[in-house]
Nanobody
Framework: QVQLVESGGGLVQPGGSLRLSCVAS????????MGWYRQAPGKQRELVAV???????KYADSGKGRFTISRDNAVNTVYLQMNSLKPEDTAVYYC????????????WGQGTQVTVSS
């Protein structure tokens, strides 16, 4: 089993920056990739960014050029640096981890609210 704990959400003005953190614990060795999703009211949950076990990163078009996903393996933490934030970025952001053992599965954090407003 994998447990994910997120932090770093809050209120930020348009154009500002925010850094989200996700600490993983449990069966860390089983994780093949981690990422961030977000869900705004009235919208489907959408992928924001992914980082694979090999360090390959991918971004949705919505965050390209503004968001950066990174990791610190020493402390089992994944980060999402968000710059040039827009009101449209307002959503609950969820950390996720994909594992292959003992069976294919996805794990989710509790979610952290990001609000971009003046």
């Amino acid at each position: 089993q994998v447990q994910l704990v997120e932090s770093g959400g809050g209120l930020v003005q348009p154009g500002g920056s925010l850094r989200l953190s996700c600490v993983a614990s449990g069966s860390i060795f089983s994780i093949s990739a981690m990422g961030w999703y977000r869900q705004a009211p009235g919208k489907q949950r959408e992928l924001v960014a992914v980082i694979t076990r090999g360090g390959i990163t991918k971004y949705a078009d919505s965050g390209k050029g503004r968001f950066t996903i990174s990791r610190d393996n020493a402390v089992n933490t994944v980060y999402l640096q968000m710059n040039s934030l827009k009101p449209e970025d307002t959503a609950v952001y969820y950390c996720t981890a994909a594992s292959l053992t003992p069976a294919p599965n996805n794990y989710w954090g509790q979610g952290t609210q990001v609000t971009v407003s003046s």
